[in-house]
């Protein structure tokens, strides 16, 4: 019962993360609270496109572009109201995590609906602390510049592994997602390569993956950012964005508590209808005549095929620019490329060996999310404003601190017991 229970509460905070996608020509890229890891450390967005050479001063609204020997100032203006923020908050929320919370709330029963609510309370209050600690650094923009702000170096270090991590693993959920649905949208379709010992599904999804795979070489990958949903922004630039900071609060409560509904709604729905029979993705569980099921079918097989890239940008971007200067960009755009056409075949190859939607999430949302939503807020915010903030505040952080820990734990101790049991049972059978 715990293990539902606990595998439960692994989906339902990864239905709580944001999506991942970039805001206009810009790349951040970055899960949970962001964490834009761009040119010098995550803090300058405005210079990512072509081969500009970026000297920020990291201030707020500023920064400068060297091109063809000649200085351009860059101003960039918050002007974000209230509804945009809310808007762009409710998009980055609702992600990957809609496909299971109705699976969540089956297994994990009335449980599930008050963990969900509980987490969304959990997750508006970490995020208001991230804006706090923005406040006290106006020159930090990211969430590695926070973690960077309160820890230093080992700060930044843990916070981007961590950040990375999540990424690495939501793709990895992402191409098994693919993997499900595309079998499914092409239903009846057989294709036999005894030879290479691969099933119709996997000949399908590698075919898919090889296809996604050029977008990686590009190097204006604002280029491609038509392909994706939506574009949202994360966290910190949402706070940074606002023409007045100090509605974030309101902003955090408004779109936590439509995107909890929403998604409570959606669970007890999906739990309602389909019942015992519910798939961990609920496209799988939907009847296949109806239009409404192709095109949801379709729209989760092409997500991941434009996700993969724009994934990959910031990680690619801070690769580029660590090589010597000395190097052509021709050699630096086939290094960045092939590291990145690496890393997704690598992503492919787990995805294929672990097929399982469910486990995986759980063990993404456990082992990473639950630090980078829970924890980590909470202990940047106590070390950052140590001194500064009363002592139910400090208890309540502190209390929120050992949460995160203990619910980190027990949960990655109980996704990855079930991902080896199901391992077991396909190796045997």
């Known amino acids: ?17 944001p999506n991942c996608l970039p805001n206009r020509n810009r790349v951040p890229c970055e899960t949970v609270h962001g964490a834009n890891m761009d040119v010098q450390w995550g803090r300058c967005h405005v210079c990512l ?39 762009n908050m409710i998009g980055m929320l609702i992600g ?14 009335w449980a599930s609906a008050f963990l969900l609510i509980g987490l969304g309370i959990i997750c508006a209050y970490t995020s208001n602390l991230l804006g706090k600690c923005l406040d006290k650094n106006p020159k930090s923009r990211s969430y590695s510049d926070i973690g960077h702000q309160a820890f230093g170096t080992k700060g930044r270090v843990l916070a981007t592994t961590f950040v990375y991590t999540e990424i690495f693993m939501a793709l990895v959920s992402y191409t098994i997602s693919l993997h499900d649905n595309l079998i499914t949208v092409l239903s009846g379709t057989q ?14 999804t590698i075919t898919a993956v090889l296809v996604a795979l050029p977008s990686l070489w590009l190097r204006n990958l604002s280029a491609i950012s038509f392909l994706s949903s939506s574009g949202h922004i994360v966290f910190p630039d949402l706070y940074k964005a606002m023409k007045d900071p100090a509605r974030f609060t309101k902003v955090s409560i408004v779109s936590f508590t439509l995107v909890t509904a929403l998604y409570t709604a959606l669970g007890f729905m999906g739990a309602k209808f389909f019942g015992g029979e519910v798939d961990p993705q609920i496209t799988l569980s939907m009847p296949k005549h109806l239009i409404v099921t192709k095109i949801a079918l379709w729209a989760t097989v092409l997500t991941p ?47 294929l060996s672990v097929p399982y939607f469910e486990y995986v999430l759980s063990l993404t949302g456990s082992l990473v999310s639950v630090g980078i939503s829970i924890t980590f807020p909470c202990a940047f915010h106590t070390k950052i404003c140590w001194g500064q903030i009363s002592r139910p505040i400090m208890i309540l952080n502190l209390s929120l601190i050992a949460f995160g820990l203990i619910l980190g734990v027990v949960g990655t101790i109980s996704s990855s017991k079930l991902l080896v049991q199901s391992l077991r049972k396909a190796h045997s059978a």
């Not at 990957?96 to 029963?109: F, K, M, N, R, W």
């Not at 005894?194 to 399908?204: G, P």
Request: hydrophobic fraction near 45%.
């Open 191 to 204: 294709i036999k390569m005894a030879w290479a010992k691969l099933s119709s599904s996997q000949f399908l």
């Open 96 to 109: 990957l995590g809609q496909l299971s919370i109705a699976y969540a709330v089956e297994t994990g029963g």
């Open 305 to 351: 095929m434009t996700k993969y890239a724009l994934e990959f940008a910031p990680f690619a971007i801070q690769l580029e620019h660590k090589l010597p200067d000395s190097m052509s960009s021709k050699v630096k755009m086939i290094i960045r490329g092939g590291v990145g056409s690496c890393l997704l075949l690598i992503i492919l190859a787990l995805a």
């Open 49 to 87: 496109e072509g081969s500009r050479l970026c000297i920020c001063d990291h201030s707020i609204n500023d920064s400068k572009i060297v091109q063809n020997g000649t200085d351009i100032e860059h101003h960039v203006e918050a002007n974000g109201s209230f509804a945009h923020a809310v808007l």
């Open 1 to 17: 019962m715990w293990e539902k229970i606990s595998k439960s509460i692994g989906d339902l905070l990864l239905s709580l993360q």
